[in-house]
T-cell receptor
Framework: DTGVSQDPRHKITKRGQNVTFRCDPISEHNRLYWYRQTLGQGPEFLTY????????KSRLLSDRFSAERPKGSFSTLEIQRTEQGDSAMYLCASSYSGGGHGYTFGSGTRLTVV | GQQVMQIPQYQHVQEGEDFTTYCNSS?????IQWYKQRPGGHPVFLIQ?????EVKKQKRLTFQFGEAKKNSSLHITATQTTDVGTYFC?????????FGTGTSLTVIP
């Protein structure tokens, strides 16, 4: 296992377009998290899954944001009708539900909305 | 809002000097985690603390969890240029997860 993988690494899109990011967690991890990070700030929690169940989504930034983890393995984060304020690094992380070992983060997808 | 606040926001030290960052909360925390993010990189897990008054060490790094479980600190002894990066504390309450704003450490050779 090579860790948490995110694709693409970079995405440039025009305002109003939809974008989708993919995250492949560490295979043994049953929890998967999405965070957003802007320059000079800490990661901002968006949502998380335990297996295929989305246990928390109230922190998704607006109804334009949605996430899925259909088979409890990889996950996708979609942003509809992108706005310039959506430009940020989107980080995925995974962990065991038992905790104690922290989150393992992917390298992130950097989104630029022009 | 932010569950945890970190100070200082920035710290510049001469190589060999010590460094400390603090993480504070107005509420009792069930746990605290520490992460390091190198410039251009992603956060990397360092340690988790769960017990009141807990102290853990990793080589030159010492992590403490306050007796009241409302604050934590990370202390680096004799900094090296490889310590450069931003250090974040993190915690969770139920299904809500929080990161502090981080302390950016610059080490001057």
């Amino acid at each position: 296992d090579t860790g948490v993988s995110q694709d693409p690494r970079h995405k440039i899109t025009k305002r109003g377009q939809n974008v989708t990011f993919r995250c492949d967690p560490i295979s043994e991890h049953n929890r998967l998290y999405w965070y957003r990070q802007t320059l000079g700030q800490g990661p901002e929690f968006l949502t998380y899954f335990q297996n295929e169940a989305q246990l928390e989504k109230s922190r998704l930034l607006s109804d334009r944001f949605s996430a899925e983890r259909p088979k409890g393995s990889f996950s996708t984060l979609e942003i509809q009708r992108t706005e310039q304020g959506d430009s940020a690094m989107y980080l995925c992380a995974s962990s065991y539900s038992g905790g104690g070992h922290g989150y393992t983060f992917g390298s992130g997808t950097r989104l630029t909305v022009v | 809002g932010q569950q945890v606040m970190q100070i200082p926001q920035y710290q510049h030290v001469q190589e060999g000097e010590d460094f400390t960052t603090y993480c504070n909360s107005s509420t009792t925390l069930s746990n605290i985690q520490w992460y390091k993010q190198r410039p251009g990189g992603h956060p990397v897990f360092l340690i988790q603390l769960v017990k009141s008054g807990e102290v853990k060490k990793q080589k030159r790094l010492t992590f403490q969890f306050g007796e009241a479980k409302k604050n934590s600190s990370l202390h680096i002894t004799a900094t090296q240029t490889t310590d450069v990066g931003t250090y974040f504390c993190s915690t969770n309450t139920g299904n809500q997860f929080y990161f502090g704003t981080g302390t950016s450490l610059t080490v001057i050779p």
